[in-house]
């Protein structure tokens, strides 16, 4: 492989080569195409994932299967988030986010508009959520700062509600899919009403919510849904779904989708204990498609497990520190580093001479500060 290292990088590096900084396939077609070496799919996925300015930008698979959330009655586990609406703040008395909570069992909705996301109105918000009789076990949300600064966590420790910050990029799903369904009720006000006030009708839209059917409750509303119809709801919601779900097909379509279910059940981990690997950056609301999609720096898988059926990761950073959460598969990346790799560096912090040899304290680009080493001054090469 590496006597191809030049060629390839000649060929992926240079504007105007038909292969330049693209994906595999395309490099591949360039080098069939030029004839000058014959270099099989397999050694070009190899050598561009071996290459930062490739791997970095890989695409990464935001549609694959995940753990479902299970909870046993209402109220036993909430998820939170906050709803951006600050580009129609000033036709709603300047209130730019809207505090969602939804119980995941009943999926019944609370919203709260605020004027900013500080600790006091995020707290506001959800004394006057508690203060309608109902409050959560278990509240869910990102790991967003508004979440979790200490004036809020204290809050709802004095309430006695266990807090669970998620890792991945889908965050708090169950709010995140109602913010959608809400913003598209609104939306759908505006068109009507040619007017971008909310305010006025906001409880109201969320009560048409509460009020209405819900597939996933069996076509219970979540105004309906209580203690005592709890055994019910959970039987429509887990245990009907799964056998629903687990029913055999009778076309040949159906038998070939349940054949490649049952391989995908039996499917090995994709990545070993001791892998190194990139995480997949969180996408934010205006993250475009050509921003990096992967960290520079890089972890080790420690543990695995499959939950739910799904292979589970757990990992830690290069001084051995776990990092919080769990990943699946499609949210990292395997990172495969040849001897002579060139890391970044971001800032020279200091200087100093040990004997006869100039040394520099350096931050290394992408990785954290702990990471910060000398070097002797001697190694450091310019790069293009």
Request: charged share 30%; net charge positive; hydrophobic share 30%.
């Amino acid at each position: 492989m590496a006597k191809y290292t030049d060629y390839l990088r000649k060929l992926y590096y240079t504007p105007g080569n038909p292969g330049a900084l693209g994906g595999p396939e395309k490099l591949y077609q360039a080098v069939k195409q030029d004839g000058k070496y014959k270099i099989g799919r397999i050694r070009i996925r190899q050598f561009l994932n071996n290459e930062d300015p490739y791997s970095l930008m890989k695409p990464i698979r935001r549609s694959f299967p995940r753990s479902k959330v299970i909870v046993d009655t209402i109220d036993s586990m909430w998820d939170g988030d906050l709803a951006d609406v600050s580009n129609i703040s000033s036709q709603n008395d300047g209130y730019k986010f809207l505090l969602v909570l939804i119980d995941i069992f009943s999926r019944f909705l609370f919203i709260v508009p605020l004027k900013n996301k500080q600790h006091g109105n995020i707290t506001d918000g959800l004394k006057s959520v508690f203060q309608t009789g109902r409050k959560p076990h278990t509240l869910r949300t990102d790991k967003g700062s508004e979440f979790k600064n200490r004036w809020v966590k204290s809050f709802l420790k004095t309430e006695d509600i266990h807090t669970i910050y998620t890792q991945n990029e889908t965050k708090a799903n169950y709010a995140e899919r109602v913010i959608r369904t809400m913003k598209n009720m609104m939306y759908r006000y505006f068109i009507k009403t040619r007017t971008y006030r909310y305010v006025d009708v906001l409880q109201d839209l969320v009560n048409s919510y509460n009020q209405r059917p819900h597939r996933s409750l069996g076509d219970h509303a979540p105004t309906t849904v209580n203690k005592k119809n709890a055994d019910e709801i959970r039987l429509i919601t887990y245990l009907t779904a799964k056998k629903k779900n687990s029913q055999p097909k009778s076309s040949k379509s159906g038998k070939r989708k349940e054949s490649m279910s049952k391989k995908r059940n039996k499917r090995v981990f994709k990545y070993k204990i001791g892998d190194d690997v990139r995480i997949s950056q969180l996408k934010h609301s205006f993250q475009r498609d050509y921003q990096q999609k992967w960290t520079d720096e890089y972890f080790k898988v420690f543990r695995r497990y499959q939950r739910d059926g799904i292979p589970v990761y757990k990992i830690k950073d290069l001084a051995d520190d776990p990092i919080e959460g769990t990943f699946y598969e499609s949210e990292l990346q395997k990172v495969i580093k040849s001897e002579d790799i060139l890391y970044r560096v971001e800032k020279v912090l200091r200087k100093r001479k040990r004997g006869k040899t100039k040394e520099m304290y350096v931050k290394w680009e992408g990785w954290p500060s702990k990471f910060n080493s000398w070097i002797p001054e001697s190694s450091l090469q310019k790069t293009k």
